[in-house]
């Protein structure tokens, strides 16, 4: 992708918009995570949304600028790991209480505290765990493309 | 072992030094291994034990482990001579790597391995559980491979390695198939139980077929012998313990584990009677010519496992008994006789019997020890050995007159060649050089002959374990009385008759020459060596050729996934019958939006396959994605549909992103038209067969919509996981394990990209 810059720079309009995506975009996926049990959506969706947002920031600041201006991107990595451990524990821990792995809690049948349409329950964490690993690895994927080859040279 | 590679000492004059240090990761391994040897002991006073616990209780499998006498006898075994082996490593192995100019740390990838293969050898000696034993079985096996090639630059320990891993992995395989077999007929694993509830039958004769190959193969048995003289590549220590103790001895020992099942049929024991009495003749033959010092004792050693066969063949309690005891004495004097080998080339620097003689006067504590060893293995009075024989005379007595005689004959063998071993090393005139012996390197000879002369004068305590391990065999108590009886009884005639056949075998080398190289011509020409070697350069072959087809250009590798798959649904599909298979439905409602979806594929897809430029091929391909995502979204799966069009979205900007990374020129093409014409040709072919294979094989499924499908439960069940959405609890509950390792491979393959294009994550 091409930075922004002398040649064919984006215009103020589609900078500003572009830095602003990443912040809404968070609230839908967190809208289709909460819902997702109910409703069309899932941790998935909601995660190659959000890395959608990021995108246009790639192209419309470059690389570099999208990383001075998103310095939160850096942990992009630590956030997919994180978040495969967060979805590997949600689905191994009941092997620690000796049942079967994917065995939720609470149990089929018992009662769940519901927010809304938001239930509190471990397959939420297992959503979550897939939400972060696919924003933390679409953005790697972005950042590994969007660098200028000079600078991803060996 | 990756780690300790990486921190190792720096190159240079400091390593020489170290290569001197002490061993003490073979110190470790020794002191475990006596450690091991005392618990043996002790148990065994004890009265042995059991525990099991549950390994996985779906499956009726179990970890379960028992002390009884056969375990015993190979646990001791497996300690006791492994911790002589293991001292006698650590000098040994640090001499072996100053010779080849190798660093000291190299240990690290011996030592493990050792202790894995003492470990896995108590495992096998205590399982009681027909899988277990397996597991442990191949086990040994996964440890000889890496103990045998040790020695990795040398191209001949890399195949012998294979080789070695391939003949008893392979054939372990039957073991596998065995436990199958008696599971499906009696539901248990458990050998105790599997003994108790398998009557005489079809199944039950297959079954222990089926065993006896796996355990002959390992104990290097004719036809499947040749393994174990190339597996003489490996550094001494191994071959002493491989031949005594460990790997070889794991076969017989599973013979003795489940010899009363081999019992319940005739032709079994027979085969293992006349597989035995061949491999005794072919490596007793073979043995007598050798002229490599560890050759001798290889093929002595497929001759000596012949014996305990043999007599497991002859069955009942006296060949159990004799077979157990015989394993035992074998054991203490091969052992024994390796080292002596070892301890011979590292003081000489030769490994040919025609090279050396005369050491008798130059290393006496050596000679004394080896010829101790060797007359325990050549049966005479005074050792150990002495009763190895008698009871064996006894066994095959009782059995019936042939047997007899193949027992003279075996002995008569045996007597000649270790004669001729012992006799070509330490008498005679002085050939060769002689440096210094290490100590250590002697030592652990001594302590087995005295062993051995111990048991020659008080046997009591070995055939006392003897008749423990053959009660396990034979399944009831056994009483063996070895002693020494002055009178004319027939073992005794037997005994002479073997030693003076033997003695004119050592007195005719001529004719022994003639005889043992023309069996070795015949066994290179036409053995089972050859045809090891054929079927391995012919598998390799078939696989070089089609991974040349599969990887020549892109589209072959694409086209060995589609093509395969398409013949095999097509030969599936004109199997299956037709009849009312493929339905023309009716068009109605939402369909009139899906038709023109679908032509908007069906011409993107040609964009796809005639467009020059990259980006137009990209985007062609996003407009797939798309119009299938609307398709989805019509047929009523809005949760698959939102998924496809967040992923085809990013998926164009990846692939865009990708391209302008690649240089802008197209690479040049190859001037030869017509190889072009060919190409696009069997372009189309691929992607017909493809194709049509595809087409046929959806229409066949949206035509017969599976009446009660699974996920009608599926439907069903959602609300019970407190969901209403059926595709997020599928995906998270449901099948959540295969989510779970999607998701894995999902970071695996970014890190795989990452590392590609720039070589690191960030």
């Known amino acids: ?154 | 072992m990756v780690v300790i590679r990486g921190g190792a000492a720096p190159p240079g004059a400091g390593q020489r030094h170290r290569g001197s240090a002490v061993d003490w990761p073979g110190w470790l391994a020794c002191a475990a291994a006596l450690a091991g040897f005392a618990l043996c002991l002790l148990g065994w006073l004890a009265g042995g034990g059991a525990f099991a616990l549950p390994w996985a209780p779906s499956l009726d499998l179990e970890l379960s482990f028992a002390l009884d006498g056969l375990a015993v006898l190979y646990g001791l075994l497996a300690t006791g001579v492994g911790a002589l082996v293991f001292a006698y490593g650590t000098r040994y192995l640090s001499l072996h790597l100053e010779h080849q100019r190798r660093q000291a740390v190299e240990r690290w990838r011996f030592w493990p391995w050792m202790a894995l293969f003492a470990v896995a050898m108590v495992g096998l000696a205590t399982a009681q559980d027909l899988v277990l034993v397996f597991v442990f079985f191949d086990l040994t096996a996964v440890c000889s491979y890496f103990l045998i090639g040790f020695d990795r630059a040398e191209r001949e320990a890399r195949t012998s390695a294979l080789m070695a891993l391939l003949v008893t992995v392979v054939a372990a395989v039957a073991m596998l198939v065995a436990a199958v077999l008696l599971y499906a007929a009696h539901g248990t694993f458990s050998i105790p139980e599997l003994l108790a509830r398998a009557a005489p039958s079809a199944t039950t004769t297959l079954a222990a077929a089926l065993l006896a190959v796996a355990a002959l193969a390992k104990s290097a048995q004719v036809p499947l012998h040749f393994w174990l003289p190339r597996a003489m590549a490996a550094p001494t220590p191994v071959s002493a313990y491989l031949h005594s103790a460990a790997m070889v001895a794991a076969g017989v020992l599973v013979i003795g584990r489940v010899h009363p099942l081999l019992a319940r049929s005739e032709a079994v024991l027979t085969g293992l009677l006349v597989v035995g009495a061949a491999s005794v003749v072919v490596g007793g033959v073979l043995a007598l010519r050798r002229d490599v010092l560890k050759q001798v004792l290889a093929y002595s050693t497929i001759s000596q496992y012949g014996y305990v066969v043999m007599m497991y063949g002859m069955g009942g309690a006296a060949g159990n008994g004799a077979a157990a005891f015989y394993v035992l004495a074998h054991g203490v004097a091969k052992s024994a006789l390796f080292m002596t080998a070892g301890a011979v080339t590292m003081a000489t620097g030769e490994d040919r019997l025609s090279r050396l003689g005369g050491l008798g006067r130059r290393a006496p504590v050596l000679a004394v020890a080896a010829g101790v060893a060797s007359a325990t293995l050549a049966a005479l009075p005074l050792t150990v050995g002495f009763f190895k024989d008698e009871l064996l005379f006894t066994a095959a007595l009782r059995h019936g007159p042939t047997t007899a005689v193949l027992a003279v004959v075996a002995a008569a063998l045996t007597f000649a060649y270790v004669g001729r071993f012992w006799g070509a090393l330490f008498l005679g005139p002085p050939r060769g050089r002689v440096g210094s012996t290490p100590v250590l390197l002697v030592a652990p000879v001594v302590v087995l002959a005295v062993i051995a002369v111990a048991g020659g004068l008080v046997v009591e305590p070995f055939a006392r374990l003897a008749e423990d391990a053959a009660g396990v065999s034979a399944g009831g108590p056994v009483a063996l009385s070895p002693a020494y009886h002055l009178d004319a009884r027939a073992e005794n005639l037997m005994a002479l008759a073997a030693w003076a056949a033997g003695g004119a075998l050592l007195a005719l080398p001529r004719v022994v020459d003639r005889v043992s190289r023309a069996v070795a011509v015949a066994g290179e020409r036409a053995g089972p060596r050859r045809a090891y070697e054929m079927a391995v350069h012919a598998l390799n072959r078939a696989s070089t050729a089609l991974h040349d087809r599969e990887v020549r250009d892109l589209r072959t590798s694409i086209a060995a996934v589609l093509v395969p798959a398409g013949v095999l649904i097509g030969l599936a599909f004109a199997a299956t019958p037709t009849a009312g298979a493929y339905v023309v439905g009716a068009v109605v409602g939402a369909d009139w939006l899906i038709l023109p979806l679908l032509a908007l594929v069906v011409i993107a897809t040609v964009v796809i396959a005639v467009a020059k430029a990259r980006l137009a091929v990209a985007l062609a391909l996003s407009v797939v994605g798309f119009a299938l995502a609307a398709v989805y979204a019509l047929v009523g799966a809005p949760d698959v549909a939102l998924v496809a069009v967040v992923v085809e979205t990013m998926l164009t900007l990846v692939f865009v992103a990708a391209l302008a990374r690649m240089p802008r020129a197209a690479p040049e093409r190859d001037a030869g038209a017509p190889a072009r014409v060919r190409r696009r040709r069997r372009d189309a072919i691929a992607g017909g067969v493809a194709g049509v294979a595809v087409f046929a094989s959806v229409w066949g499924f949206l035509s017969q919509p599976a009446p009660d499908s699974v996920s009608a439960e599926h439907i069903r069940l959602t609300p019970a996981a407190h969901g209403s959405d059926v595709v997020t609890v599928i995906v998270a509950d449901f099948r959540g394990l295969d989510t779970l390792v999607e998701i894995t491979v999902l970071l695996v393959a970014v890190v795989g990209v990452a590392t590609l294009a720039r070589r690191r994550l960030w």
């Open chain 1, 1 to 154: 992708m091409r930075p922004g810059g002398r040649d064919g720079a984006p215009d103020a309009v589609v900078r500003v918009v572009a830095r602003l995506l990443p912040g809404p975009s968070l609230m839908v996926a967190a809208g289709l995570i909460a819902k997702g049990y109910a409703e069309v959506g899932d941790g998935f969706a909601a995660g190659v949304i959000v890395a959608l947002a990021i995108a246009p920031s790639y192209v419309a600041l470059g690389a570099e600028g999208v990383e001075a201006a998103l310095p939160v991107l850096r942990h992009a990595p630590a956030v997919a790991v994180g978040g495969l451990l967060l979805a590997l524990a949600s689905g191994f821990f009941p092997l620690l209480l000796g049942e079967p792995p994917v065995s939720h809690r609470p149990a089929p049948g018992e009662h769940v505290v519901k927010i809304g349409a938001l239930e509190l329950f471990t397959p939420l964490l297992l959503d979550i765990g897939v939400f972060l690993l696919v924003v933390g690895v679409l953005t790697v994927l972005l950042h590994q493309f969007g660098r200028p080859r000079r600078e991803g040279g060996r």
